[in-house]
């Protein structure tokens, strides 16, 4: 097969595809989450992608992306996530993680891991943590991160976060002992607070030696694709992005008539006899997906129409 034609028939597999939803995308190490948006919108033709929850480039795992209209839900993803993590103790670094300079080093071959045990029961429950100085955070307009690589070290506001359980994978005693956890928490948690926080605890330092996001929201590790999945994919005609309203399967649903589903899309509120409250998904006879609603006092309000009817 010639180039020119190998070219129009991967045009021609992309344009067959209806490339609206989303992409459970594995994160390769050394990748930030804007390369694989702008890698994946490359290999897919296709102008609006964005993603959720970023990665920092030297974590790996779940990267929701989402695709075409799909972008405009991804505000309503919910926000619960799980990390594996290893933490290397005796050791401060600038970032928390071991691509920062270090700031102490000090052996704890003593620890055990018992002790270990007892402290991260701290970290479980609804909690404030302050984000590492290198972030993603903005203060003032600026992004912490920008900040730090300029010299002007900012500590970002505190924040209360929630930590659902913390499990320990395994202990590696030495001078400079290794702890594998695995963690699910809740939206805006930093791993690397928590690798930071618990060397304070422990008198010893801390920081995050390597981490993976095994699921964020409905995406799991073990459903994901790599890149090179995704383009192999591609070139033989068969991947299908994940369908838009799947990834929101923990919200409520509400199923409207025909009638009363063609007035909502046109913006009107309309009444529905639900005992909820909240953001809803909202169907036409429990087959269309047609957007998303607030339900207060029995109306329903749109708040953002994906698949108007016409």
């Given amino acids: 097969m010639s180039l020119e034609i190998a070219i129009i028939t991967y045009e021609l597999r992309i344009t067959n595809y209806s490339v609206q939803g989303f992409l459970n995308l594995n994160k390769p190490l050394d990748w930030t989450s804007h390369d694989c948006v702008a890698r994946v919108r ?6 609006r992608v964005g993603h959720a929850g970023t990665l920092d480039p030297k974590a790996t795992g779940v990267l929701p992306i989402a695709l075409g209209k799909a972008t405009r839900l991804l505000q309503y993803l919910p926000g619960e996530k799980a ?6 103790l005796g050791i401060r670094t600038t970032t928390d993680d071991l691509e920062g300079e270090v700031i102490t080093s000090q052996p704890c071959p003593g620890l055990n891991l018992a002790t270990i045990k007892t402290a991260l029961g701290q970290f479980i429950g609804t909690i404030e943590q302050i984000p590492p100085s290198y972030s993603a955070i903005q203060v003032d307009g600026k992004r912490l991160y920008d900040l730090a690589r300029k010299g002007e070290i900012v500590q970002a506001p505190v924040r209360t976060i929630e930590v659902f359980d913390i499990e320990v994978m395994a202990w590696h005693d030495g001078d400079f002992p290794e702890l594998e956890i695995a963690i699910a928490c809740g939206a805006g948690t930093y791993i690397r607070a928590i690798a930071r926080d618990l060397g304070i605890v422990l008198n010893t330092g801390g920081t995050l ?20 999945d995704l383009e192999t994919q591609i070139q033989a005609g068969t991947f299908q992005p994940i369908l838009p309203d799947a990834a929101l399967q923990k919200l409520p649903s509400v199923n409207l008539p025909g009638t009363f589903a063609k007035k909502w899309c046109q913006g009107q509120q309309v009444p529905v006899n639900l005992d909820i409250l909240g953001i809803v998904r909202v169907y036409e006879q429990e087959t269309r997906f047609l957007g998303i609603a607030q339900l207060e006092d029995n109306m329903l309000i749109p708040q953002m129409v994906f698949e108007p009817i016409s």
């Fill in 42 to 47: 490359r290999l897919l033709r296709l102008k």
């Fill in 83 to 88: 990390y594996q993590a290893t933490i290397r």
């Fill in 209 to 228: 030696a390597a981490l993976t996001r095994t699921q964020s929201s409905s995406f799991h590790l073990k459903n994901s694709l790599t890149l090179t």
